[in-house]
């Protein structure tokens, strides 16, 4: 008889080769080009990226990636390196490989890779806790395209789990400083998505809520916000920009932001929180900018991954196969 050979795809989002300007260009030009982010048609989109975007943005964003890049690369890359090295040690019978939704490696070949090596049941993770069309819809797209089958697991906000490593680590940043008030600051999404379905908004407020009720702190302090926003179109509020300088304006200086929908630091927590929102925190009459940091490929987070991925094949062969 034969036995099945298990595995696993961490995915995440991706990353620049280099903090380069054409190397910048490229990744956004991939990236911004995926209609399941940016969801004009083409033919409006299009010019308007390649003639306007690309050439505006493209330095701008790689003054950032200079900023945040390490020795050894992109921080988000090094973190899902250490994930998929760690998640591979707790499960050493599988095959653990990561993938990126927009760079190397590429979510297809990887499967096919896996396929080729005798994989016969294969976990994707998308490293995103929470469900969007914007992060999960070009991986699903992707794992279709590939023609290989596999379990997909969906999101894990709402796995107890993740919910007491996540409360554990703001109770732990909490400690360190007298704080005014303490912000979940997720990315944010276009509302039109919300409006059309997209679930992400809903997840957000129940990931809050679970964490909070496990907080030791006082739960009248936490409060919710969305970051990131890109473009003239509305965007999930409150923008976490406006709600730092009402914080400081109500005399709530000391503030403690929590990003639970980044499971790594990357330029949102490196250069958009510790660099901008802080100094717009701090031009406002704020004094302190702590934020919790992300997981980080802790061992806790780690050994969370190798579990839910485990109990995805356990449960029948899976929750949710995507073909």
């Known amino acids: 008889m034969t036995t099945q050979k298990r595995g696993l795809l961490l995915v995440n989002l991706g990353s620049p080769v280099s903090p380069l300007t054409k190397d910048v260009r490229a990744y956004l030009q991939e990236f911004l080009s995926d209609q399941h982010v940016v969801t004009l048609p083409k033919w409006f989109w299009q010019p308007l990226l390649r003639g306007i975007i690309l050439p505006m943005r493209s330095w701008r964003s790689a003054t950032f990636y200079q900023h945040m890049w390490r ?19 707790r499960l050493p019978n599988w095959d653990v490989r990561y993938a990126m939704t927009y760079g190397q490696p590429d979510i297809g070949e990887t499967l096919h890779d896996m396929q080729n090596a005798g994989d016969d049941q294969i976990v994707v993770l998308p490293l995103f806790p929470q469900y969007t069309q914007s992060t999960h819809g070009g991986i699903i797209q992707q ?6 089958k596999v379990a997909f697991i969906r999101h894990f906000y709402q796995q107890p789990q993740y919910v007491k490593i996540l409360a554990k680590q703001v ?14 600051s997720y990315h944010g999404i276009p509302s039109a998505m919300v409006k059309h379905g997209d679930p992400y908004l809903k997840e957000c407020r129940e ?11 006082p739960h009248d302090k936490v409060s919710m916000a969305f970051q990131s926003k890109f473009g003239p179109a509305p965007w999930l509020k409150p923008y976490l920009k406006n709600t730092l300088m009402q914080l400081a304006a109500m005399g709530k200086r000391n503030v403690l932001i929590v990003t639970p929908s980044f499971v790594e630091d990357c330029l949102e927590t490196i250069e958009e929180n510790d660099v901008q929102n802080y100094q717009t925190f701090r031009a406002s009459g704020g004094q302190v900018f702590d934020a919790v940091p992300p997981m980080n490929a802790s061992d806790d987070f780690c050994d969370f991954l190798a579990t839910i991925s485990a109990e995805e094949l356990s449960d029948v062969g899976g929750r949710t196969s995507e073909n």
Request: hydrophobic share 35%.
């Open 171 to 184: 109770d732990a940043s909490y400690q360190k400083g007298d704080y005014d008030a303490v912000v979940f």
């Open 143 to 148: 794992v279709r395209d590939s023609g290989v």
């Open 207 to 217: 990931t809050t809520a679970a964490v909070t009720k496990l907080l030791k702190l």
């Open 71 to 89: 020795k050894d690369g992109s921080p988000l890359v090094i973190y899902t390196q250490k994930m998929q090295e760690k998640v591979q040690k």
